[in-house]
């Protein structure tokens, strides 16, 4: 399966007023994995006019700032209403193909990607007609979830840790994406219901399409 690994970083946590300042997305064929570093890659920084957002998210992400403060040309800086079309290109460059109403419906991964990220591309211009996410999604914390002592899913530096990646997250979309890619890929060769099939002893049946 074909899945796009997808990490925003933000100026705050409300999607009707803080902005994206960044966008990454990583493109993954958990049928033949590549190593992290040569996987499709997507980033884009986000110049608005002006910038609304809460201290912690704005200290958090001060380097985004020093960047999109620079004068000097960036290719991979744009305005929001060029974000997802040039998403889209990406997209496309990589043999994703439009569906009858010519957007391009794909599997979004992500650490609280459908609680989070979500909001904030459906408030970006060209969502829904130029690029959209399946409804299904995929997050990274049902895979590593202790039911016995866990009250609340983990977060990714608890996902890190249980996965022997160490706790430190980057709080870069791109970093982040990858640790998404990461995280997921042991799941690939093992595929859950089959770990449950195994686990229990009894004979492990295909699953009906």
Known sequence: ??????????????????????????????????????????????????????????????????????KEPNPERCTPA?????????????????????????TMAGKNIAVFDLGFLKELP?????VRAEPAMLDPAAFYLNWHKDSRLPSMSICKARAGHGRDVAHEALADALDVVRLLRPFYELPVYKQVGRSEGGPETPASD
Do not use: W
């Open 1 to 70: 399966m074909r899945y796009v690994s997808l990490d925003l970083e933000t100026s705050g946590s409300n999607p009707a007023r803080h902005q994206v300042l960044e966008l990454a997305a990583v493109i993954e064929d958990s049928r033949y994995p590549l190593p992290l570093t040569e996987l499709p890659a997507f980033r884009r920084v986000v110049r608005h006019p002006e910038y609304v957002g809460t201290a912690g998210a704005i200290a958090l992400n001060a380097r985004l700032f020093e960047e999109l403060a620079r």
């Open 82 to 106: 060029e974000l997802l079309p040039q998403l889209r290109d990406f997209l496309l460059h990589h043999g994703f193909r439009p569906d009858k109403n010519d957007c391009v419906a794909v």
């Open 126 to 130: 060209g969502y829904g007609t130029l």
